[in-house]
């Protein structure tokens, strides 16, 4: 199948109209496990670890099942909504760009500056979440706080949850900003780690109980199934809400999921699905399996112990249980920050671009071509809210701002089933507008109920969306953005040649000697050529977002048109952006269907196991065309003699 091209615009020189086509293509390398499991993990982060007691003492032994089921039921109508827009609008942006195309352009902003600071604030939980994990891991190894009263009625121990949530979080802003990243790979075996470790929970757990005769009365007589009544099932839906988002990055990543118009809606409910079934397994064992002298209800004991809750529970109920679950709980804060860190920034970079906010969080570092500085203002939002606020008031924060940007984009979808009805959705929500009405009413109650377990919290969204109001009031698009797309060069191709001979070129000497030994073939097989060129987007960047390095590219296809107009061989270009420039180059040959593909090789390797260097080699093993690999020794000498080795 062939990507389409992104975006066209005439070239603003006559002179070179007739001949060329500069095509821009984008790379999809995400199967619908691999996006699967970026859902799952994104939503099985700090929350259950670190949440789960507090609302364990909040809702009561039933009421906590039934929080998450019924967190589980309201996440999956807002996942009707991503699902459809996800898959109609595959590209990164998400809930900012959906409320900006269907609403008015104050709701637009407001998407994103809520969104900007949803994940900071949850961001800000996971921090201080990881401070906590490894204050008891310390503790394991016998390296002891204190609990002595220091400042601002902090014990010591608070203290230093604090000062490792603020390095843990600084740590990963350098991290962001220098642009390393977690891998696919590595992130799906975190995902998997993640898993195991509850799995283990849940099938100890299991165990255990079976050997209770009476663990049902932990859940119906406890004193009672729901001693706080429904408002404390609703207090812990939205305390805990904040566990239920993640999914949303899946359609954030739609740009880069193949076929993405089936793979996203499955997705989306394939990750709400596991994540929903794993917390009620967890629930469920903890407050039926729990063994612990107090003389309290064990759901009483969980709230007692907080964000610790799930320590003593897994230790007592697993062997080892307290180390696997602080590192679960570890390796979950990790994941967490980094991909959330990543979010929050690309959010407010997506603003920045769009002069939303101040032009200075839509710059790119010229080395690491990463959004600096949205990183590191994301990071300081990130690191104030860890340190000045408790953990519950954290947690409602970041809840009650997720649900008014869901809920945004639920009326968003409403609004544009009327105003863009053309619109190829390759999956339709069902009962629009019942079931966003439903959604959107449920969301409205938790974000209000959380008034009640943290006033804090709402006087804190309350000044943002106040702070909102003065920055759009300065900025709010008044200057359109400069459209980065106006500098995608784009030209019609005169004729379509059935051979063809595909030339990646990387620099402008490059491209010209390759374009002069690739004519030759051409010519003799009445021919074209094919000049490729790949721009590899960090993963801290939308791989969209890659068209502000395009204008660099265009002399390089220069240099293999003009050899083209020299040979009279029609010439047809291509800009790509990926991740991967292997993985890309190789697409592009499978999509266009290449018959030859000449590499440049420079005539050395950093890497004694490599034969060409790594992208070569990994394109070698298994070309979908005929592959020839060339070095030229001197780049101005005209081509006299040619080696070719054959084994």
């Not at 180059?585 to 034969?611: C, F, K, V």
Request: with cysteine.
């Amino acid at each position: 199948m062939q990507n389409r091209p992104s975006e066209t615009s005439p070239l603003d020189s006559a002179e070179n109209a007739p001949a060329q086509r500069f095509q821009v293509s984008l790379s999809r390398n995400l199967g619908l496990f691999d996006i699967t499991m970026i859902g799952v993990g994104a939503m099985i982060g700090a929350g259950i670890f670190g949440l789960t007691g507090i609302a364990a003492g909040v809702a009561g032994p039933v009421g906590l099942l039934l929080a998450f089921f019924l967190n589980g039921a309201l996440t999956s109508l807002t996942g009707l909504s991503y699902a459809e827009l996800g898959a109609a609008f595959p590209q990164a942006g998400g809930g900012y760009a959906w409320v900006k195309e269907g609403l008015a352009r104050i709701y637009g902003f407001y998407a994103g500056w809520l969104s900007w600071f949803s994940h900071s604030v949850a961001c800000s939980l996971y921090a201080v979440l990881f401070g906590t994990f490894f204050v008891e891991l310390l503790e394991m190894g016998d390296l002891h706080p204190g609990h002595d009263i220091l400042f601002w009625g902090l014990t010591a121990t608070q203290v230093w949850v604090k000062i490792f949530a603020v390095l843990a979080a600084l740590l990963f802003v350098m991290i962001n900003v220098r642009g390393s990243s977690e891998t696919g790979l590595i992130g799906n075996i975190v995902t998997i780690f993640k898993v195991i470790v509850l799995g283990l929970l849940v099938i100890f757990g299991l165990r255990a109980m079976m050997n209770m005769p009476n663990w049902a009365d932990n859940f119906w007589r406890d004193p009672s199934p729901l001693p706080n009544g429904i408002g404390g099932i609703i207090l812990a839906m939205g305390l805990t809400f904040v566990a239920f988002e993640g999914y949303e990055i899946i359609a954030q990543s739609g740009e880069e999921v193949k076929d993405p118009g089936r793979n996203v809606p499955r997705a989306i409910f394939l990750a709400i699905a596991i994540v929903v079934v794993i917390y009620l397994a967890v629930a469920f064992v903890s407050i039926g399996a729990l063994q612990q002298d107090s003389g309290l209800p064990n759901w009483v004991y969980m709230g007692e112990n907080g964000e610790r809750a799930m320590i003593e529970t897994a230790r007592s109920i697993m062997p080892y249980g307290a180390l696997m679950m602080v590192l679960g709980g570890l390796a979950s804060t990790i994941s967490a920050l980094n991909a959330t860190i990543y979010s929050s920034s690309r959010v407010s970079f997506a603003m920045g671009r769009d002069r939303d906010l101040p032009a200075v969080f839509g710059r790119i570092h010229p080395r690491n071509k990463t959004p600096h500085w949205a990183v590191w203002l994301s990071g300081l939002l990130i690191m104030f809210m860890a340190v000045a606020f408790p953990i519950e008031d954290v947690a409602s924060g970041a809840s009650i701002t997720f649900l008014l940007l869901f809920l945004m984009v639920n009326i968003a979808l409403i609004r544009l089933r009327t105003t863009r009805p053309d619109l190829v959705r390759p999956f339709r929500a069902p009962f629009v507008p019942w079931l966003q009405i439903i959604s959107i009413g449920l969301q409205l109650v938790l974000a209000v109920e959380l008034f009640e377990l943290s006033p804090t919290a709402w006087v804190t969204t309350g000044v943002w969306l106040l702070l909102g109001l003065l920055v759009y009031s300065r900025y709010g698009g008044i200057q359109e953005a400069t459209k980065i797309e106006d500098t995608i060069l784009l030209e019609e191709t005169v004729a379509m040649r059935d051979y063809s001979v595909l030339l990646p070129v990387a620099n402008e000497v490059m491209a010209r000697q390759l374009a002069n030994f690739g004519a030759l073939f051409a010519l003799a097989n009445r021919g074209e050529l094919f000049a490729l060129n790949v721009i590899r987007v960090p993963a801290q960047l939308g791989v969209t977002d890659g068209r502000a390095f395009l204008r660099r590219s265009r002399p390089l296809l220069d240099e293999v048109v003009a050899v083209g107009r020299e040979f009279n061989v029609p010439v047809r270009t291509m800009l790509r952006l990926g991740r991967d420039i292997s993985d890309s180059i190789l697409s592009a040959a499978q999509e266009r269907e290449a018959n030859l593909m000449i590499l440049g090789w420079p005539g050395q390797t950093r890497h004694r196991d490599q034969a060409f260097g790594t992208i070569i080699d990994l394109m070698a093993q298994n070309p979908p065309c005929d592959l020839a690999v060339v070095r030229f020794r001197r780049s101005s000498a005209p081509m006299q003699k040619i080696l070719v080795p054959v084994a």
